[in-house]
């Protein structure tokens, strides 16, 4: 999972590159079309990026993103405009039989797959690349694996020789993984880059494998500079017949790397050469050239917007003395103006709809509720009347806010609750001093902005970080420092539930259940906006994940 800001979206979204609706229909996402898309071509992917590892070990990224050109797993995901990523099975016969109560689960693999090379891809060549996952050299990788496979705790990795015994290859065919615990979203886990085959005696220099992975994907690495280019081309032995989820259209994929943002919009929105056959995947359109967009019908025909995308949210410190009472948060939910929130963001069409769930929409477990109803830019009188129901006056409350990014919602933050009588004092802080103080072991503020994006598309992914009484602190996001015992307990619940329907509705009620004693203001469902080429196709963003999926992208003609 991963915090994100929204000017850094880019970083989130380097998902993408390296590693996350059009004006009459706000429900709509908009993007490249899919009827014109050809085989053939060069994709130019444009990056603010200085650097890219294709090392399934150190990869953060999300399962539509440009490692997973190059690298296959154990299961994939497909997206479509109006849907949520679906997991298919990819390099396995299926996305996973589970057994032993939900703590073992054994994937088969497909006859037939081979490397670039023409070797054969084998069971054990994903257990060395799960096993490198745990190298220290190589760490920086998702880790949902790490506190879930039996064993895992001591294990660091096979450059000593040890393996590790829960994950077994009985042939070349099977790979059986045991878990500690019962875990229901382990197909997703699989879909990760760490799951990635790696054939142990292509792992001659751990440090420098990423730079030339040996490619189980349509593509392959043909040249690196770093800080300037990573080119892509065909990988020979890709069989289509086999893969899901990648289309392999254009013949090859170039990233242009180390470009400054706004570079790349105006670039993209000046569409001239080979630019007519670029994109990006991590930059979002910001609210400066909003007007420039949509003042030109053509430039706005090809932005793609999400329908959805990360929660951002107003984190209330449940521990500090002046709102540890939920009566005092739950007036500050009213208190909030939502809609200069959005407007600070770009409103409601780049910016995003205005949220009231924890859940974001596109994840199982998504229902529209509203707890606290109020006109969009708020309540004060009712927070007002709530506050002296409560016996409070003169609430003096810190908000501690990115000074790079943050400032425009701090202050609609901060006049927001100025009408309900609530002095909020703001405190500008750096990037990493900011992250450092909401996930450090003091918690010495009272209020900070923050938004969430899960890794793959599970409630666990929106609920567990932010929620669970074992992430306040020591670097974990449960930044309102909220703790109750009883939603510990359905969160563990939900996570063992292998059902995917039985566990959404699970899900569903931990939602309801944490915001009902109100830790944190939820504001808007912040939407991503990347601007592409005009022969660019395919190009949209899905509810989830709210970034472009670059393994089905092509060109027009």
């Given amino acids: 999972m991963r915090r994100t800001t929204r000017a850094v979206a880019a970083a989130v979204a380097l998902a993408l590159a390296v590693t996350a609706c059009n004006a009459n229909d706000k429900s709509a996402p908009s993007g490249g079309g899919t009827a014109a898309a050809e085989q053939g071509g060069t994709f130019q992917v444009l990056t603010t990026s200085k650097e890219i590892s294709l090392d399934p070990a150190k990869s953060q990224n999300l399962g539509t993103s440009t490692i997973h050109l190059v690298l296959r797993g154990l299961t994939s995901w497909k997206t479509s405009p109006d849907k949520a990523a679906e997991l298919v099975p990819d390099l396995a016969t299926d996305t996973g039989q589970v057994s032993d109560g939900g703590k073992t689960w054994t994937y088969k693999l ?15 060549d994903i257990k060395y690349g799960v096993e490198r996952s745990f190298a220290p050299e190589l760490s920086g990788g998702l880790g949902y694996h790490k506190a879930l496979l039996t064993g895992a705790e001591k294990y660091t990795g096979p450059y000593k020789g040890q393996q590790l015994a829960s994950i077994e290859t009985p042939d070349d065919t099977t790979i059986v993984f045991k878990l500690n615990k019962p875990f229901g979203d382990w197909p997703w886990v699989v879909s990760m880059p760490a799951f ?3 054939p142990k005696k292509a792992d001659t220099d751990p440090a420098h494998y990423g730079e030339k992975p040996v490619a189980s994907g349509p593509y392959q690495v043909k040249s690196y500079a770093p800080g300037s280019k990573l080119e892509l081309e065909r990988n020979p032995a890709w069989d289509k017949a086999t893969d899901p ?33 670029a994109a990006t995947t991590g930059t979002s359109v910001p609210a400066a050239l909003i007007p420039t967009v949509t003042g030109n019908p053509a430039v706005k025909a090809r932005v793609a917007t999400s329908p959805s995308g990360a929660l951002q949210y107003l984190a209330m410190n449940n521990k ?3 709102l540890s009472n939920p009566e005092v948060r739950k007036a500050i939910q009213y208190a909030v103006d939502k809609q200069a929130v959005q407007v600070a963001e770009g409103g409601p069409e780049f910016g995003g709809e205005i949220a009231t769930t924890l859940i974001t929409p596109g994840i199982d477990g998504y229902s529209k509720y509203d707890l606290y109803p109020a006109p969009p830019q708020g309540d004060p009188e009712k927070a007002k009347s709530m506050l002296a129901a409560a016996g409070v006056s003169n609430l003096n409350l810190v908000l501690a806010a990115d000074n790079a990014t943050g400032l425009p919602v701090a202050q609609a933050i901060q006049q927001g609750l100025k009408r309900a009588g609530i002095n909020v004092t703001i405190k500008p802080l750096e990037t990493e001093a900011l992250t450092d103080l909401i996930t450090g072991p003091k918690g010495d503020y009272d209020l900070t902005v923050s938004s969430w994006l899960p890794d793959y598309p599970s409630a666990l992914g929106n609920l567990q970080p932010l929620f669970s009484t074992s992430e306040i602190g020591n670097g974990g996001y449960n930044v309102s420092r909220y703790s109750n015992p009883a939603v510990d307990t359905a969160i563990a619940t939900a996570t063992a539930e292998s059902d995917r329907a039985k566990a959404a509705g699970l899900w569903g009620a931990v939602d309801k259940q944490i915001l009902a004693d109100s830790p944190m203001v939820p504001l808007i ?6 601007l592409h080429g005009s022969k660019v196709q395919n190009f949209f963003l899905p509810p989830y994940p ?11 003609k």
Avoid: E, H, W
């Fill in 320 to 322: 500090r003395p002046a």
């Fill in 110 to 124: 497909k006859p037939g797959l081979k490397y670039a090379d023409g070797s054969p891809i084998v069971a054990a």
């Fill in 525 to 530: 469902y912040a939407r991503n906006a990347f």
């Fill in 196 to 198: 990635s085959p790696v």
């Fill in 245 to 277: 989820a990648r289309t392999g259209l254009p013949d090859s994929i170039v990233l242009t790397m180390g470009l400054q943002a706004d570079v790349i919009n105006q670039r993209l929105i000046a569409d001239a050469g080979d630019d007519k056959n």
């Fill in 546 to 556: 709210p970034y472009p999926n670059v393994l089905i992208v092509g060109l027009s």
